[in-house]
């Protein structure tokens, strides 16, 4: 149950915050309340076997809420105004990559160096969602960034494409961190996530025409119904398509 969390963080100095960001990725995501409750039980056990129980039930996000909020993705001006607010070379690549791909936090994380095509603008996402590869696209200004940040990037012994401020793989964590310390220089009051991102790339598409189909695959979700949580249709914009494609007899 634990594996996706264990394989995200430091298997021996895990903190809380990572243990509560998983949980809010899961229900983001929409795995069952079951599935998560089984999974914190099995993160809870494990901080007891490091004897760091307690400091992770006194943390002080331990009381995420259960139910899913739907995603509230961004607006233009939004997007642009945190995209100005990056500080570096890696962190304006790592906001291009999540807003032009939709890839999950975990997924960004655990991207290689040999994982990135820029001339084909390809990433490849081995062991996704359900433990399975598959391919994201980048748009071209996403490509130049990450281009700009290889060049300047730290030359250290590691085949991860984002490194952290101390030369290691940058954690789903980090990228959580990296989301909200951005934000939070910009004038956007309201809350953001890592997985607000996905949220708007996915209604980025829908806005220019895209077929839900095609934003499932983009997204790398199996079932549908996990992409119409994502899609919202205004009132005038259903009778829009009702009246593009229904015919009377």
């Known amino acids: 149950m634990a594996r996706a969390f264990l394989r995200d963080v ?7 915050s990572d243990a509560w960001a998983h949980k809010e990725q899961m229900m983001d995501e929409g795995y069952s309340n079951s599935h998560i409750n089984n999974t914190m039980k099995a993160v809870e056990y494990y901080f007891d076997y490091l004897g760091r129980g307690d400091e992770l039930a006194t943390s002080e996000r331990r009381n995420l809420p259960r139910k899913r909020t739907e995603p ?20 304006t690549a790592t906001f291009r990559v999540l807003v ?9 994380a655990n991207l290689d160096i040999d994982d990135v095509d820029l001339e084909r603008r390809r990433l490849t996402i081995r062991e996704g969602k359900g433990n399975k590869d598959r391919t994201a696209i980048i748009s071209s200004e996403c490509a130049d960034a990450i281009s700009a940040y290889l060049l300047r990037r730290e030359d250290v012994e590691t085949d991860a494409l984002f490194l952290s401020r101390y030369g290691n793989r940058l954690t789903p964590n980090g990228v959580y961190q990296l989301v909200k ?28 025409g895209a077929d839900i189909y095609r934003i499932k695959e983009l997204l790398g979700h199996d079932d549908i119904r996990s992409t119409m949580i994502y899609l919202r249709m205004e009132p005038d914009e259903l009778g829009r398509e009702h009246d593009k494609y229904y015919v009377d007899y």
Request: aromatic share 4%; no cysteine.
């Open 181 to 208: 310390r951005t934000v939070a220089r910009t004038g956007i009051e309201r809350n953001v996530k890592v997985h607000t991102f996905r949220a708007t790339f996915a209604q980025r598409l829908k806005e220019n």
């Open 100 to 108: 032009s791909s939709g890839i999950r936090k975990s997924e960004l």
């Open 72 to 91: 509230n993705p961004l607006t233009a001006d939004e997007v642009r105004e945190i995209l100005a607010a990056a500080r570096t070379y890696r962190d």
């Open 10 to 16: 430091r298997l021996l100095d895990p903190e809380p």
